[in-house]
C-alpha cells in the first residue's frame, strides 16, 4: 500500500476486517517486519488518540517511531508556491517534505481543514504534497476531509459487536461549541456506503454533508425516526459544509443531545463515537457510560486499524 | 505490583533497597522483561529529571515508552461528572483514562497539586481515577500530596553513603520565591518514618505538615538546634499546609538558607535536595558544590527507584 | 571521539568521508554498536532537521533516544553562577549537566548564540558547559558560533558531486528579515578552509565574519565577480559580526538572492543551502528547484554525518 488517505486505498473490507481480528489475537506476529524501518508521525494539529495508538501499532511492528509536532519545537511552514518568504514561515514544505521523507520510510500526517475556505480543504493540499513530493508510503492520520483510520477502526468494532444479517446504523449530528471539521462524518459514510449496510444519516437542515461521501445514504432529517430500530448510533458533530455558511455553527440545539429516551427508540442500540467526546452536549452521561456504549473499544480499535495499514506498508517497501 | 504511589506499596524497604543496589550492578540484566511491553507516561505538569529517568529505567527492561504531554499537542482534560462541557475542555478524563490504557501495558502519571483547594489536592483526584479505570498498573510521577519515586532514590542515596548505625536525618524548610507543594517533604517523611531513622523536621512556624505524614517525626521549630549532630541534611521548599493559609507563601526569610555556617553545626552531614534547587535561596553555592553534597548522585538514582518499580510491575503483569 | 564541536574533532577529513559513504551504503551494519546505549538529544533552540536526522542516525546504530526540549515541559536554566535565583529560573545548568549526563550515555546539544553578546555568544558558552560538567562525550547540534554536522554534511554533499580536481566553492551572503547568527558560515568556511578547496566568501561590506573562520579564504565584494566559474554555491544569510553592529541586519538588499541569471555566471555550479530557506529572499523558485539544486541530498546527508559521529562516540565508550 503506498497511500492511505480514503476507503478505496485498503481494497477488500472483508479481507482488511479479518487482517484486523488477525493482528488483535497476536499484535506481536510481525515484530521482524519493522526492524530498521521508521515512521515519521508529523502533526499540524493536537491529537492523543492518534498519537498513542499510531505509536503504539509500530512500535508492535519493531518500527523506530519519530513524532514531530510542527508547531512546537520546529518551525512555521509556507505552503503557498511563489510567495517572498519575508514573513514568519522560515521553510517551504517543497523542501520540508522531501527532507522529512529522507528521514524515514513511512510518513503519517495529520492537518485538519482550515474551515475558512472550501475548496482550499477540500482539495486536501497538505497531505497531497506528502504523498507528491515526500517519496515515502503517506497516510492519513486525520486530513481536512476525511478520518480514515477511525472510519476503518469504526467498522472493525461494528463487525465485532453485530449480531444482526445487515444493521442498520445511524450517524447523527450533535451539539458542540465550536465549529468542527467534516472529516470523521464524511469518512465514515465512506466507509459505511463501502460495506453495504443500511446506513442512515440524520441531522438539521443545513448540515447537510457533501453529496460525494452521502452516497446511497438515506438522509433524515427527523433524529427520532432515524434511530427507530438502529442498531448502532454513531453521533459526532460537525460544521456545516454546504456555501455560503461553510465552516459555521448553523445551531446549537441542545434536542439534539443523544440520551436514554431517544436510545430506547432503536434496536437496543449500541452507542459509538470517535472521541474526544463533549459529555452532556453531545451526549449524556448515562448513555456514554451505559453498556451499550462502545467508545472505549472503538477506540482501542484504533491501534488495530493503524497496524493493519501499516504492516501493509512495510510489506509494499 | 499493581500501583505504586505510597511508601506502603513497595513492601519491605531493606528487599527495596537490595534490589536497587541489584540493578544498579547491572542495568541492563532483565531487558527481555519489558519486550513488546508499553510504558505510557502522562505528564499534566513540568519535569526533567522525572522524565529522562524514567524512560531511560524503562528502556533499561527493553520497553517502549510513549511520552504524553497533556498540555502540548494534546486536549485539553475535564475531570468533574455531570459537567455540561461547552467550555474549552474538549475530553473527559473518564474517556482520557481508559483509552489511554488500551495502548500500554503500564502507566506514569505526573499531576502537581493545584494549591488552592486542599480537601482537592489531599484526595488525589486526577492518579486516583487512573489507578481505577485504566486497567493498568499506575506509577506515581509526582502527585499532589507524595512523590514516591523521588523518596526511594532519597532513600537508596542514604543506605549508600550512610555509615552509621541509625543516621540522624534532618528535613529542613528553607525559603523560595513561589508556592511549591508538599508532595516532596509529605513524602520524604513518610519514607525516613518507614525507615525507621532518627528523623527530624524542622521549619518556620506555620509550616507544619499533615499530620499523617509527620507522624513520628521530631519537629524542632529552631532550625540550628535540628542541624546539630545530623548525617544528612535535606533541604526543601514548601508552602503552608495549615488551613486558612494552605498553598500560601508565609515566609521568605533567607536566614532558613543552608550555608556552610550551619553545615559546621552537623557531625559532617551530607547534602541532600530533590532538584531542581534555587541555588543562594535554598542552598549556597559552596555547599552544593562541596563534597558532602549529593544531588547529583541523588538524581542519578532516580533511574534505579524507577527501575525497581517498573520491574515489579512487569514482573506483575 | 569525546567531542565534537568543530573540524578539528573529527581528524582526517578524507577518513571521515570515507567513513561516511560506508555508512550510507548501509546504514545498518552496526545495530549492535549502540544497544543498551542512549543518546540525550538537549535543544534550547527550535529543529527539525536535526532532530529528526540526529534521531534517526542514532536508530540506525541500534541507540535508544531521549529528546528534551528545554523550553516545552522542563524548567528555564539558570546559566550564570553566584545568582541568588530567585527569579524564573527554577534551576541551574551546573546541577541539570551532570543529572543529564547521569541518564545517557552520550549527549547532543543545541543552543543558539544570542546575538546580544558577542564575547559571550563567541565563549560558547553552553556546549562548553555541557562538555565540561556532563562526564559524556558531546556533540554541537548548532552552538552559537558553529553547525558542525551541518558542514560535515555539507563536505560529504560536495565530495559525492563534485567532478573536478579542485572545485571552486563560494559562500555567498543573501537576505533575510531576521537578524541570524554567523555559526553556519563560520562553520562552513571553517570545514572548506580545511578541505583546501578554491574556497571564496561573497558578502556587502559590514558582513566580514571573524578573521579565524575566514582563514585563507578570498573574500569577494562583488557577487557576480565571485560567481564566476564556481563549481558550488553556497547561500546564507548571516547578522554582522563587527563590532558595534554584532547581531545586527544592516542590510536586506534583494539584489544578493541568486537566482538563474546569476548561476549563469558560473561553471554550472551546484546550488547548495542548509536549510531552511527563505524562498525569492535567498533564492529564486528557479533555483532551489533546478536540477542542479542539492539542497535536499545535503539534508539527506545529514543523517549521515551525524551517524559517522555518533559511531565515534559509541567506539570510544
Redesign the interface.
Known sequence: MRKFTDVTDIGSLRQAVDEAFEIKRDR?AH?DLGK?H?L?MI?FN????T???T??AA??LGM?V?V??VN????KL?TE???????DK???L???I???G???DIIGVRAFAGLKDRDEDYGERVISQFIRHSGRPVFSMEAATRHPLQSFADLITIEEFNTVERPKVVLTWAPH?KALPQAVPNSFAEWMNAADYDFVITHPHGYELAPEFVGNATVEYDQRRAFEGAHFIYAKNWSAYNAPDYGKVLNTDRSWMVDEEKMRLTDNAFFMHC???????IVS?AV??SERSL??PQ??NR?ISAQVVLKRMLESL
Request: hydrophobic share 45%.
Open positions: 506481536f515484530t530498521n521508521t515519521l502533526f493536537s491529537s492523543l488518540r498519537r498513542l495508538s505509536q503504539k512500535m508492535n523506530n519519530i514531530l509536532d512546537q519545537g520546529a518551525w509556507e508556491r511563489g510567495v517572498i518568504m519575508d514573513g522560515a521553510e517551504h517543497l523542501e520540508a522531501p527532507v522529512m529522507s528521514y524515514c461549541p472521541l474526544p467526546v463533549r459529555r452532556n452536549m452521561d456514554i457510560e467508545v472505549i477506540a482501542a491501534e
